[in-house]
Nanobody
Framework: QDQLVESGGGSVQAGGSLRLSCRAS????????MGWFRQVPGKEREGVAF???????FFSDSVRGRFTISPDTAERTMYLQMDNLKPEDTAMYYC?????????????????WGQGTQVTVSS
């Protein structure tokens, strides 16, 4: 099981921006769906944004227009740029990668996970 290494996150006021990073193996980066889920205590893990190996992107309704996902192939890193953050974006964010994904927003489809990084947005 390939390792995903996350970085970024932190605390910001509403309206601010943060960027998350997720570094993977080159094989995984080119051939897998990669993206982020987020989770708050007591709730299910929620799909946020994803990008396929051929560049198709998926966003949840709650973040579309505010979050962007982009790859840096040379660095084998996927970035999640989060702008105009809202208090309801506060959660632990997990990078995920999977092969042969049928339902992009379903966490059970993903076999590789990052360690998680906390994002806190204050009002």
């Amino acid at each position: 099981q390939d390792q995903l290494v996350e970085s970024g996150g932190g605390s910001v006021q509403a309206g601010g921006s943060l960027r998350l990073s997720c570094r993977a193996s080159l094989f995984m980066f080119r051939n897998h769906v990669m993206g982020w889920f987020r989770q708050v205590p007591g709730k299910e893990r929620e799909g946020v944004a994803f990008r396929t190996g051929v560049g198709k992107e998926f966003f949840s309704d709650s973040v579309r227009g505010r979050f962007t996902i982009s790859p840096d192939t040379a660095e084998r890193t996927m970035y999640l740029q989060m702008d105009n953050l809202k208090p309801e974006d506060t959660a632990m964010y997990y990078c995920a990668a999977g092969f042969g994904i049928r339902e992009v927003f379903s966490p059970s489809e993903y076999k590789s996970w990052g360690q998680g990084t906390q994002v806190t947005v204050s009002s």
